[in-house]
């Protein structure tokens, strides 16, 4: 009998429980556990295959009756904005994005606190405390980044450290073909804003200025108005069976 290597992952399989995406659905996950000096080697593979990470576990759909889940991907190379993406960039263009290690912060569970309870207030998040919320960033053995959107200007409220008002923060991991938004959220209040595409537009701006091909969105599930924004942004690929097909 061939015995494994104590490095190599092992994958386990969820219980079948109620889709949140799909009505009358019921969703299977395949995971493994990303820990030790080779999980960022291990989540770039994985993320390739279709994986996506929260907290230390990487995870993909495996649903015994349905395949509405497809992984996408931005080419981010490639992307020309639309009119209407070109708006939201301009009506943002008095926010700063800043970098910083994996660290909650009281200001960023206040305004994720907010976010869940306008946007997803029945949703399997709902209910994180701050504790949750931390273990959420900081519980990671890849390379991950808080990026923090506040607003500048001389109509913004400027405090000790020089920070202007926070808007919306990503959580985003750096790979080797790209970067992974991991969960991002924002002020809910500002819907003129269109937060949550202008975080993707500024992905797409960050991969490109390092040099990296990709950005990625995690899961399209056709069917799921939740989850329709993702397609708008051209040239994307969505793995399939065939592996990444081009979609434009």
Known sequence: MTQQPAQSPQFF???PSPCPYLEGQFERKV?????GDKAPELNDLLTQGGFRR???IAYRPACETCRACVSVRILAQEFQPTKNMKRILRQNADLIG???DAEPSTEQYTLFRSYLDARHKKGGMSDMTVLDYAMMVEDTHVSTQVIEYRRRGP?????GKGQGELMAVALTDTMGDGLSMVYSFFNPELTDRSLGTFMILDHINRAVAAGLPHV???YWVNGSRKMAYKVRFKPQEHLGPQGWERVD
């Open 54 to 56: 929260s907290q230390n």
């Open 155 to 159: 109509d913004s409220f400027i405090t």
């Open 13 to 15: 399989l969820t219980a």
């Open 31 to 35: 995971f493994t556990h990303l820990v």
């Open 98 to 100: 800043t970098a910083h």
């Open 216 to 218: 990625y969105l995690g």
